[in-house]
């Protein structure tokens, strides 16, 4: 069951466009106060963001991934953090840049798992 769950590429390809869409809104909208009112709280939640959307575009494309998936969040986040600038009531940074990309690097950590996982096991 788990195998053919996380090989269902039409799934996480659908999920992946549903997250992306979740990121861009949430990272361009108004904020009134951070969500994680805590040191780093920003930063946690970049990370987990990104590390999110890695998991779901690697189950998505799990050939094309590396470089192409990983690369392309790494363009995103940039793109996303010039357009915050511009919006005049949000304002991005180096530092979210840095989360962003440190979530990708969880996802290649993880990814030897994922592999493990989605293998169908013998029944024998």
Known sequence: MLPS??????????LFIVAIIAVSWTCL???EQPPLNMDHGDKILH??????????LERAYPDRFLPWGAAGLILY?????LVQQQTGYRSG??????ANGAGVALVL???PLLWQFS???NAS
């Open 77 to 81: 986040s940039g793109i996303i953090e």
């Open 47 to 56: 990370l987990l963001a990104y590390l999110a959307l890695g998991l779901l």
């Open 93 to 98: 940074s180096w530092g979210d840049m840095l």
């Open 119 to 121: 293998q169908p096991r």
């Open 29 to 31: 909208m108004p904020l």
């Open 5 to 14: 769950l996380l090989n269902n590429r039409r799934l996480f390809q659908s």
């Open 109 to 111: 950590l993880v990814r």
